[in-house]
Every structure is written in structure tokens, then in C-alpha cells.
């Protein structure tokens, strides 16, 4: 399975972006998904998780109530809406795949996740 995000960008803080991850290959899988980040000489971190169903999710607390992930199957892309950005959230981002979780779970950790895109830079400026 390969995915792509796009989306990235610079934007100042207060802003907005939205960030797309469109998946190919073998999608006739169940997938659950998920967003994780990177900033430069950190780990990465767990940001937003989807089961493949949509009906449950789940945030870092970093992100609660200011992030939403959702997913739309029928075209095999993956949204992470992103609000009211601060310069901590600055990061490359990438999104995540796995078959392991059924319709309606996911995983939170980074290790839970087999297939990973290349990731997309979000920079967000004071």
C-alpha cells in the first residue's frame, strides 16, 4: 500500500491548513489510519487516530479540540483538518496505515502502524 499526503505549508499562527493522505495499491483492505509528526530532533508523535469505519477517533492532547481527522473510503483519502495553529505544532507530518485493527478500532502508538507515507511539512510562524 503506498500513501501520499499533501497539503503542507507555511501558514501564521491562529491559522489553518488541511492536510490530505491519499492511499493506493491495496486498498480493498480495511485500514485503519492515523496522523502522526515530527519535528526535527524529536520523536515522533502520535496526533490523530481513525478506525476504517469512521465512528471512532481519537487526538494527542496536544491537539484535542483543535485538530479533526476523518476519511472518506470510497476515494481512499484521509483528512487531518488542523486549526488554530501555534509554532509547536510546526512538524512534518505523516500519515499511517495498518490492516491489523478491524472496522472500528486503531492504535496510538507509532510501532501500531505498517505502511507510512513520506510525510508533508506544516511550518507555522509566530
Known amino acids: 500500500m503506498q500513501l501520499v499526503e499533501s497539503g503542507g505549508g507555511w501558514v501564521q499562527a491562529g491559522g489553518s491548513l488541511r492536510l490530505s493522505c491519499t492511499g493506493s495499491?491495496?486498498?480493498?483492505?480495511?485500514?485503519?489510519t492515523a496522523w502522526v509528526r515530527q519535528n526535527s530532533g524529536k520523536e515522533r508523535e502520535f496526533v490523530a487516530a481513525?478506525?476504517?469505519?469512521?465512528?471512532?477517533?481519537d487526538y494527542g492532547d496536544s491537539v484535542k479540540g483543535r485538530f479533526t481527522i476523518s476519511r472518506e473510503n470510497a476515494k481512499n483519502i484521509m483528512y487531518l483538518e488542523m486549526n488554530n495553529l501555534t509554532p509547536e505544532d510546526t512538524a512534518v507530518y505523516y500519515c499511517?496505515?495498518?490492516?491489523?485493527?478491524?472496522?472500528?478500532?486503531?492504535?496510538?502508538?507509532?510501532?501500531?502502524?505498517?505502511?507510512w507515507g513520506q510525510g508533508t511539512q506544516v511550518t507555522v510562524s509566530s
Open positions: 495499491g491495496r486498498t480493498s483492505c480495511i485500514y485503519t
Open positions: 499511517a496505515a495498518d490492516p491489523g485493527f478491524g472496522m472500528e478500532w486503531y492504535g496510538t502508538q507509532t510501532y501500531d502502524y505498517r505502511y
Open positions: 481513525v478506525s476504517w469505519s469512521g465512528g471512532a477517533t
